[in-house]
Each structure stands twice: as structure tokens, then as C-alpha cells.
T-cell receptor
Framework: GAVVSQHPSWVICKSGTSVKIECRSLDFQATTMFWYRQFPKQSLMLMATSNEGSKATYEQGVEKDKFLINHASLTLSTLTVTSAHPEDSSFYIC???????????????FGEGSRLTVL | AQSVTQLGSHVSVSEGALVLLRCNYSSSVPPYLFWYVQYPNQGLQLLLKYTSAATLVKGINGFEAEFKKSETSFHLTKPSAHMSDAAEYFCAVGNQGGKLIFGQGTELSVKP
């Protein structure tokens, strides 16, 4: 089946630095990808919708200058956490929609997640 | 607007017993409904989905769910729990745009 890969799986960084997380669709093209954030023992909160070739759409309360999203190709979206602070520590998960599957949300695939720890 | 409520943040069953995880949704448009499973430090795996076809949906690993519009529910069941079913389960509601709204999650424990 379709696979979505995230890199890195784990990252530890110092406060004030920036961290980039990649989300790749390995065997399908995805014009739309979604970025979620998950705190320990909590649900996934949608952060933004990443659109290939255009600006990302951010959910209310998500700082777009803090969480930079770039969807440069049909198989890659990146999330950059800028000037990271300890409160940004979280599990970040992306999902990608397989455009070849047809209509609707029937074929959404999730990455394995990236755990960010900011010291 | 769409929302999902999962009743019970933690459910514990004995191995071989029935599993029932509850999910109620709210949606102003015909919903697409999903159940996902998450193991520790991993992403999400789709168990099953409802997209306006049959109301009884069968998924992987013996799970199934029934869409009940009158009750706005989409409860997940499995006749006989296995130890390997212990995980976090998320119900989600979505639309054609692909954006999903997740419930709070239910942690399933299976006792030997």
C-alpha cells in the first residue's frame, strides 16, 4: 500500500534553534498534505493544510511564522519549527492524500511521526 | 462544523472478551468517519472507514463499526480481544477536503 515517510523520527535540539521535519509520499503524488501535533496522552490537533505550489492554510491559533510549511513538490512537504522552545516539544505527524485513489477522503495515509524534544 | 467525542478515555477488557469503543460525531454535512489505531511512538494505522456506502463497515484485525445516523454514532467493536489489540484508538470525522478532526482517543488495555 501507499507509504508516507517522515524524517527524522526523533530530533533533539537546543532552545532557539530551528528544526525541519520532512514528510514524503513514497509511491504516490500528494497535492495536499496535513500536519498534526500530538501531545503525550492526547489527541491529534490539526495544525495546517499543506498545498503543493501554494501557501499553507493554518488552523486557528497556529502561528504561521513559528511553524513554516513548504510543499515544494508533489511528494514532499516540510515543517520547520523556528526558534524552537521547550513548549514546542511534541510528536508531529503528517498525512498525505493519494490523489490516484479517486474522490473524497478515502485514501489518507499517515507518516510514522517525528518526536521533537527541545532542551 | 464537525466534531467527534469518544466516550471513555480508557477501556479495559479481558482477552477474548468483546471490545466496544464508543464514538459520537457532529457534522453539518454527510460525514466520512474513520477509526485509527496508534501504538506507542508510532503514527496512525487505519482500521476502517465509512464513506456513505454500507453502514456496517468491516476493517482489519477483526474490527468493525456501524454508522447510525439517528444516534450520530460510529462505535467500534471486535468480538474477541487479543493482547495485541492493546493500543490507543482514535475516531475521526472528515469531509471531501481530506481534513480530519480527531476524537480525544481511547486507550484499550487487554488483560490476560
Amino acid at each position: 500500500g501507499a507509504v508516507v515517510s517522515q524524517h527524522p523520527s526523533w530530533v533533539i535540539c537546543k532552545s532557539g534553534t530551528s528544526v525541519k521535519i520532512e514528510c514524503r509520499s513514497l509511491d504516490f503524488q500528494a497535492t495536499t498534505m496535513f500536519w498534526y501535533r500530538q501531545f503525550p496522552k492526547q489527541s491529534l490537533m490539526l495544525m495546517a493544510t499543506s498545498n503543493e505550489g501554494s501557501k499553507a492554510t493554518y488552523e486557528q491559533g497556529v502561528e504561521k511564522d513559528k511553524f513554516l510549511i513548504n510543499h515544494a513538490s508533489l511528494t514532499l512537504s516540510t515543517l520547520t519549527v523556528t526558534s524552537a522552545h521547550p513548549e514546542d516539544s511534541s510528536f508531529y505527524i503528517c498525512s498525505a492524500r493519494d490523489m490516484t485513489s479517486g474522490r473524497g477522503t478515502g485514501e489518507l495515509f499517515f507518516g510514522e511521526g517525528s518526536r521533537l524534544t527541545v532542551l | 462544523a464537525q466534531s467527534v467525542t469518544q466516550l471513555g478515555s480508557h477501556v479495559s477488557v479481558s482477552e477474548g472478551a468483546l471490545v466496544l469503543l464508543r464514538c459520537n460525531y457532529s457534522s453539518s454535512v454527510p460525514p466520512y468517519l474513520f477509526w485509527y489505531v496508534q501504538y506507542p511512538n508510532q503514527g496512525l494505522q487505519l482500521l476502517l472507514k465509512y464513506t456513505s456506502a454500507a453502514t456496517l463497515v468491516k476493517g482489519i484485525n477483526g474490527f468493525e463499526a456501524e454508522f447510525k445516523k439517528s444516534e450520530t454514532s460510529f462505535h467500534l467493536t471486535k468480538p474477541s480481544a487479543h493482547m495485541s489489540d492493546a493500543a490507543e484508538y482514535f475516531c475521526a470525522v472528515g469531509n471531501q477536503g481530506g481534513k480530519l478532526i480527531f476524537g480525544q482517543g481511547t486507550e484499550l488495555s487487554v488483560k490476560p
